[in-house]
């Protein structure tokens, strides 16, 4: 009875890999659109973006997440890449700088074996993660507070996290980096299972053991009684 309590709760936990099991609601394991934000200011000089610009922290950045492309997936059916900027110059100069620092990271990401569909586009200015950091203000910047040039060190490195590459993923990952934290539960749900299977056995033969003590003392008392 252990054993076919036990089987039939892991058929329930096993059913998310069969198409058998139709009334059982489950989420496909693996697929993902997984969002990973790349600090532009980590990847180029300031105000940069061609190949010859990326820092040497920067290409071991792309270099990680190429590797986590090619082998943290078992498919991959699309790449986004969205170049973000600060507000320091132009709402134009922004959008062309948001959307050229996007296509190196394209190109950087082919050259590195990553062989699947990746678009590109710009969000310029438009995205902010800040506040705009108005309150820092320096003495030499023009009156709209855009000027790259005049910004002092402070205001850049407040606008930092606007300045930035995000990449979106859409694929499946590789089975065993999905299944970890389920196979704990139904680990941890089987445990429990049996615990309380355990449980019930006990006490049951209990039950059983205490009818039968009381069944024997009966019986001798009665044979007490008789002699």
Do not use: W
Request: glycine share 6%; aromatic share 4%; charged share 30%.
């Amino acid at each position: 009875m252990k054993k076919l309590l036990l089987s039939s709760a892991m058929i329930l936990l096993t059913a998310c890999t069969s198409n058998v099991y139709r009334n059982v609601s489950c989420t496909k394991c693996g697929t993902a659109a997984e969002e990973i934000n790349l600090a532009a200011d980590a990847l180029f000089k300031f105000d940069k973006y061609k190949l010859k610009d990326l820092l040497s922290k920067g290409r071991v950045t792309l270099d990680e997440l190429s590797e986590k492309l090619i082998n943290g997936y078992t498919q991959v059916q699309a790449i986004e890449l969205i170049g973000h900027t600060d507000r320091l110059g132009n709402a134009a100069y922004n959008e062309r700088l948001g959307l050229n620092r996007a296509k190196t990271v394209r190109s950087y990401l082919a050259s590195h074996g990553v062989d699947t569909d990746i678009s590109v586009q710009s969000k310029g200015e438009n995205e902010p993660v800040t506040d705009g950091c108005h309150n820092l203000k320096s003495p030499k910047e023009t009156k709209d507070g855009r000027s790259m040039s005049r910004a002092s060190n402070q205001l850049r490195a407040c606008l930092q996290p606007d300045r930035r590459v995000v990449v979106k993923v859409y694929g499946i990952k590789k089975k065993q980096q999905c299944e970890n934290p389920n196979a704990k539960k139904e680990n941890k749900l089987g445990s429990n299972l049996e615990s309380k299977l355990d449980e019930k056995l006990e006490n049951k033969l209990g039950e059983k053991l205490e009818s039968k003590l009381d069944e024997k003392l009966g019986e001798q008392l009665e044979n007490k009684l008789g002699e």
